[in-house]
């Protein structure tokens, strides 16, 4: 096991570890002997790779999901003053990518029980502006597309789904990503897969994808192979002015290496999160997520609810599992407590995520997490 990354002596089981393995070194060292190193082959096959094992007909790579986010906004015409719905238990970045295309994020309440964006406070929430829905596939489980996709068809929004914890989703053996206009991506290093930074935009759409593509290099309407193939290669033009979000060869070829061990990583994350399942059943007040049965979960993340009957409150429980060297967290602190959203938040929209916000304590889990890690958890959740 590798020490605590922020120097905690007393830290003995981290909640993540990156699992880099030889094949990762060595294709990042060979790639580093390149004559060019960003937009290259590499990028090439791992769009390639990941658009064939998402089944989608267009995957471009980006520098992160944050950025994949902003320009499916940028893509689908997202502009000045427009809504998009975004859950309230979600990651910042959301509302970031909207607010980068000076539109409005409408923070609205999930479901209780699964942590969805609920449909009733989506239909309260819908306004002449309303442009958009980002529906998140929380934690790697499917979310209620199907119903989401009903409310932006009977209302014209398009919908772009936040698949950050996503790779190996499936919904009725369809990958998540493929329902709404677009899907984004995380390789963050904690992600199903990491390219330690890095991003995806999947689509079915040529013209998303074409405006996507330019939009990640500046806007340019050459590539760097057509720009240096022909006669002038500083000669293109800039339709829209876009950003530099690419994802350089060294990444997209980690990127490679890791996609192809996917199957392994989300069975081992399964094995895991079984494992908790099994060992933290009936103790009172804490609530599990229902696993057992789902066969689409990319098992992401193992997020537990500290209730009531238990005899520790969530943050009291962080604390003794931190005393006892391990550490934990939350997915997420609700975006309406962050000083700049509070704006775009009402009370009435946010019932549900302030309850649950102060229930969920995500545990120790990736995919080579030893059992006597796992136990330590387990063992002190249960000594009260
Ligand atoms: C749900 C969700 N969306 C978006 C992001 C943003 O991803 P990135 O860090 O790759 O920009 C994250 C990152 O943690 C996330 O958890």
């Given amino acids: 096991m590798k020490k605590d990354f922020f120097k905690d002596p007393k830290i ?152 950050a914890h996503a790779v190996g989703t499936f919904h009725n053996s369809k990958h998540v990503g493929n329902l709404g206009s677009t899907g984004c991506f995380s ?13 995806m935009v999947i689509t079915n759409s040529e013209k998303i994808a074409k405006k996507v593509r330019q939009l990640r290099s500046h806007g340019m309407t050459k590539s760097l192979q057509n720009r240096y193939s022909n006669e002038y290669p500083w000669v293109f033009d800039i339709l829209e002015p876009g950003y530099n979000y690419r994802l350089d060869e060294i990444r997209s070829a980690l990127g490679i290496t890791q996609l192809k061990r996917i199957k392994k990583i989300n069975e081992l994350r399964k094995k ?56 934990t967290t939350v997915y997420w602190m609700p975006i309406h407590k962050y000083t700049a959203y509070q704006k775009f938040a009402k009370k009435s929209n946010v019932v549900n995520t302030s309850k649950i916000y102060e229930e969920i304590l995500a545990l120790p889990l990736f995919p080579n997490i030893s059992k006597t890690h796992q136990d330590n958890v387990i063992n002190v959740i249960k000594s009260l």
């Fill in 12 to 163: 003995k089981f981290p909640a993540y570890e990156p699992w880099i393995s030889n094949e990762d070194k060595k294709i990042v060292d060979k790639t580093l002997n390149q004559s060019m190193l960003t937009l290259g082959p590499q990028l090439e096959k791992f769009e390639n790779n990941f658009s064939k094992y998402s089944n989608s007909k267009y995957a471009i790579a980006v520098s992160n999901c944050t950025a994949a986010l902003h320009l499916s906004l940028m893509a689908l015409g997202i502009k000045k003053n427009d809504e998009v719905i975004i859950p309230d238990l979600t990651f910042v970045a959301d509302a970031n990518a909207i607010l980068a295309c000076n539109a409005k994020p409408i923070i609205t309440d999930i479901n209780k029980e699964n942590f969805f964006l609920s449909i009733q406070n989506i239909k309260k929430n819908i306004t002449k502006k309303t442009k958009a829905i980002i529906p998140v596939h929380i934690y790697g489980q499917v979310c209620n597309i199907e119903e989401i996709m009903d409310v932006a068809k009977d209302n014209n929004l398009k919908v772009i789904e936040d698949c």
């Fill in 187 to 199: 390789f963050y290093p904690t992600k199903n897969i990491t390219t330690a930074e890095g991003g």
């Fill in 272 to 327: 895991a999160s079984l494992y908790y399942f099994k060992n933290l059943q009936n103790i009172p007040g804490i609530i599990l997520p229902d696993m057992v049965n789902d066969l689409t979960h990319s098992y992401h993340l193992y997020t537990i609810r500290v209730t009531k009957p238990y005899k520790l409150s969530r943050n009291q429980l962080f604390k003794k599992l931190k005393d006892n060297g391990i550490r």
